[in-house]
């Protein structure tokens, strides 16, 4: 009899322990109403149980009742049990953690800190979570103190430095200093991360020269990558006003290839080169942003620099050398786009600073649009090749966008729906970077309002995808769910959409939809459709569709995360709370 009894208290607990694995993992999908439906009858069996109810807490958080898990949380905090115990303090914190309640769960360690090591290092980690820098200095510094050991001076240097970067006077770093240093002599400085703290310490002090001697020096030999220490290198002497040096360093680059990085290749060095020749006259440089995004035909108000003629000639003849350094040092029999990318950059750049009294503005306006024509000539049945122009298209006056948009038609040929082409790929490609470029430049603003050829052009797109879908014998390697006309539909649809924001006629925005839906259904991989589904189901006010395609958004888990922005908003205006709560479960 007893044997059965011991069998049957041995299956209870193999089936106890089973739920509680099953309670975890349903924690871990986040489907937290099932993991409260399981705790259910376990907590009945064992009402008292810390473990449990922290689980308990921790789903309640995730489920909404913020209130009924922090007052058990508290419950539990006072517990003997759970105080002495390291994995029931962790869980503990967490729940604090999910309910907003930070410093409390940073109280679940203080009482334990003072013997115990590896509760001591959660106290740490929960003040880092609490911003709150100098209590970590204060503790690592105990730390050092009372178990010797080398990493956690190192973790108090760390916690004074992010003091500074929080607003605390650069004062504080003069310490710091001294200790790194003595590290530094005594050989003790070993690992990169040991020294890119050295190298932020200098820096938030203004002290780049020094920086440069460091890494010059043996120390700098930590670097495993001879391309990222002769980058901070320049960047450093840039900072520091030495342009010339600066300029050496970039052009040493270009001839460095390290891994899949080619030098000669990475436009940061491209840009680093042309950055340092217009600082040593003074120039300031432009930024590479775009300003109000890439659509709708801006110009950016820059300055007119009143440097003198012989200025624009200097920066010019030294940045075509580089030009033809890049070009002179290409290998392989697929052309890089990098120096014909400088030669745009270079003009452009002289283009958006030089006044146009100048004699030479006419040469500089000339060659600006030659480097865009070549390089559109060379580059348009890539898809990169378009947005590569953003910011270069920004930098001409508004009054020489046609002018440029004439001389680029040609390139474009006649588009998928008259070109009998067998390169489809090709044809599909060059018409939809023209589409494009157009819009880049805001000419399809004067489309909009012309009816006549505002139904020219959607057709024309729609015309180019269809006859595409039609005719397309896919290469090897093409995606089978994409197709290279995908650029028309999308613009077909975002033509219908401007229409009806100039009309507020709803019948164009279903248009809109309808388009962008099919072009989902030909390429049900290109997630630029589903976004733009997004907004315009918001528009119109069809929440579940946009929910809908929320949720099918083929892209890693943390990016989706990163994109609720685009359904949260709508969430609370169409009433649909609910939805909001779904993926917590």
Request: a neutral charge; charged letters at 25%; aromatic letters at 8%.
């Amino acid at each position: 009899m007893s044997n059965i009894s011991s069998k049957v208290r041995r299956s209870s607990r193999c089936d106890a322990q089973h739920i509680v694995r099953a309670v975890y993992e349903a924690l871990e999908m986040r489907k937290n109403k099932q993991a409260l439906k399981l705790l259910g009858p376990l907590l009945q069996k064992k009402a008292g149980n810390p473990q449990l109810l922290i689980l308990k807490a921790l789903a309640l958080v995730r489920v909404g009742k913020k209130e009924e898990a922090l007052q058990l949380a508290h419950e539990l905090k006072a517990q003997r049990q759970v105080e002495g115990d390291e994995t029931l303090l962790n869980n503990l914190a967490i729940v604090f953690r999910e309910a907003g309640a930070a410093s409390e769960a940073t109280e679940c360690f203080k009482k334990q800190e003072p013997n115990n090591e590896e509760l001591a290092l959660c106290l740490f980690a929960a003040y880092g979570r609490e911003r709150d820098f100098l209590k970590q200095q204060q503790l690592a510094q105990k730390l050092q103190k009372q178990f010797g050991r080398e990493q956690y001076a190192l973790w108090a240097i760390v916690a004074t430095t992010l003091q500074v970067m929080e607003g605390a006077p650069p004062k504080l770093l003069f310490l710091t200093e001294r200790q790194m240093a003595k590290r530094a002599e005594e050989s003790k400085l070993n690992t990169y991360e040991e020294m890119r703290l050295y190298l932020e310490i200098l820096e938030r002090q203004g002290k780049l020269a020094e920086a440069v001697q460091m890494l010059e020096s043996p120390i700098g030999d930590n670097y495993t990558s001879k391309i990222e220490r002769l980058q901070t290198k320049a960047r450093l002497l840039f900072n520091n006003g030495n342009w010339k040096e600066a300029r050496a360093v970039y052009m040493e680059l270009m001839t460095v290839d390290e891994g899949q990085v080619k030098g000669k290749e990475e436009w940061s060095h491209v840009r680093g080169v042309l950055d340092c020749i217009m600082k040593e006259k003074n120039f300031p440089v432009p930024s590479n942003a775009p300003q109000g995004g890439s659509v709708g035909g801006m110009s950016i108000t820059i300055a007119p620099v009143e440097n003198p003629k012989e200025d624009f000639e200097w920066i010019m003849q030294e940045g075509e050398k580089m030009i033809a350094f890049l070009i002179e040092h290409q290998t392989g029999e697929i052309k890089s786009r990098t120096p014909h990318l400088a030669a745009v950059e270079l003009y452009t750049r002289l283009l958006a600073f030089c006044p146009a009294h100048l004699s030479i503005h006419k040469d500089i306006l000339g060659k600006s649009i030659d480097a865009v024509y070549s390089y559109v000539e060379m580059f348009c049945t890539k898809d990169m090749c378009a947005y590569d122009l953003v910011v270069p298209l920004q930098r001409f006056p508004v009054d020489q966008h046609q002018i440029i948009m004439d001389k680029l038609k040609t390139l474009g040929g006649s588009g998928p729906h008259k070109d009998a082409s067998d390169d489809l790929e090709s044809v599909c490609l060059r018409f939809g970077t023209m589409t494009k470029i157009s819009r880049m430049l805001g000419l399809h603003t004067s489309i909009v309002s012309d009816d006549s050829k505002f139904r020219q052009e959607v057709q024309e797109h729609l015309h180019a995808a269809l006859s595409c879908v039609k005719r397309l014998k896919r290469k090897p390697g093409y995606p089978r769910d994409r197709t290279p006309s995908d650029d028309n539909t999308l613009v077909a649809a975002r033509l219908l959409f401007d229409k009806f924001c100039q009309t507020r006629d709803e019948c164009y925005l279903v248009d809109a939809s309808i388009v962008a839906r099919w072009g989902l259904h030909v390429s049900p991989t290109n997630f630029q459709f589903k976004l733009l589904l997004l907004k315009l189901y918001r528009t119109l006010g069809a929440f579940e569709a946009m929910h809908e395609v929320y949720t099918e958004l083929d892209v890693k888990h943390i990016l989706w995360d990163t994109l609720t922005y685009l359904i949260l908003p709508a969430s609370f205006q169409w009433c649909h709370i609910n939805k909001v709560r779904e993926k917590g479960g």
